[in-house]
């Protein structure tokens, strides 16, 4: 929602407070003065760290929609965007920071993505199965604002 917010010249809680009030997307760039194309462009670059990329008809979509738009597939709702949400949760971290043989910070200060946290494991040589027992479906990444 920031990368949106930012297109159309609002705050990320201002571009909240116009989608609660009953508003899509479409109608708040309408207001801004933002073409759709600038919109949808938006939408997809906002969307860019989600585990589904979004494609046109998706942020078509996302752009209709009456309120705040749901998170694209593969994106878990709620938590700072971009975020591993699961690095957020302590007994997950340390379970994490065990699989790595890492510290709990060093962990958290270079897995900033979802992506960046698999290339440890990989190159740690983890087998990802051992993921399943450490993580919830949605934990590695979340993009929802």
């Known amino acids: 929602?920031?990368?949106?917010?930012?297109?159309?010249?609002?705050s990320s809680d201002d571009l909240k407070t116009a989608l609660k009030?009953?508003?899509s997307l479409n109608d708040v760039a309408e207001e801004q003065?933002?073409?759709h194309d600038d919109l949808i462009t938006a939408i997809k670059q906002g969307g860019s760290d989600a585990a589904t990329e979004i494609t046109d008809e998706m942020?078509?979509?996302?752009?209709s929609t009456v309120g705040k738009p749901t998170p694209p597939p593969g994106a878990a709702p709620g938590g700072p965007k971009g975020e591993n949400s699961c690095l957020r949760d302590s007994?997950?971290?340390?379970?994490?920071?065990?699989?790595?043989?890492?510290d709990s910070s060093s962990v958290t200060s270079q897995a900033t993505?979802?992506?960046?946290?698999?290339?440890?494991?990989?190159?740690?040589?983890v087998d990802l199965t051992q993921l399943r027992?450490?993580?919830?479906?949605?934990?590695?990444?979340?993009v929802a604002a």
């Open 1 to 10: 929602m920031a990368k949106v917010a930012d297109a159309l010249g609002l």
């Open 21 to 23: 009030s009953g508003k």
């Open 33 to 35: 003065g933002v073409s």
């Open 59 to 63: 942020a078509e979509e996302i752009a």
């Open 91 to 102: 007994s997950k971290l340390s379970r994490l920071s065990e699989l790595l043989n890492m």
């Open 113 to 125: 993505s979802a992506s960046s946290l698999v290339s440890m494991l990989q190159s740690k040589g």
């Open 133 to 142: 027992s450490v993580l919830n479906s949605g934990d590695l990444l979340d």
